[in-house]
């Protein structure tokens, strides 16, 4: 884990101009070096006022590859749910908000609490 240098704000907010790359890392030289895998996670969104209405980035994200000492590099699409801070897989369907319930324990998962004990 890594911050960026101020140079990302210098940089234009149009066209992801300010979608961060290694020379922004802090203390650049040493990270790029020795790191196996730079990633970096963007949203277009965040750059703008509550304006913004580009229904295309509204709730995405990207997640650019920058390095990968023994693979690919690229960048992933994923869905930002700011509800609860997570990415998922992004789709080109996909429809905010998401449904959560599939994700959501059932009671039995829980540990038993006092009343459920017995004491010996």
Known sequence: LSQLNRGVESR???????????ADLRESGSIEQDADIIGFV????????DTYSNPEEVGKADLKIAKHRNGETGKVELAWIGEYTRFENYTNNDQFPHDYDQNQPNPDQFPPNDSDMTLM
Do not use: C, F, I, N
Request: hydrophobic fraction near 15%; charge should be positive; glycine fraction near 10%.
């Open 42 to 49: 963007y949203r277009d969104e965040q750059y703008h006022d």
């Open 12 to 22: 234009p907010k149009a066209g992801k101009g300010r979608m961060p790359q290694m």
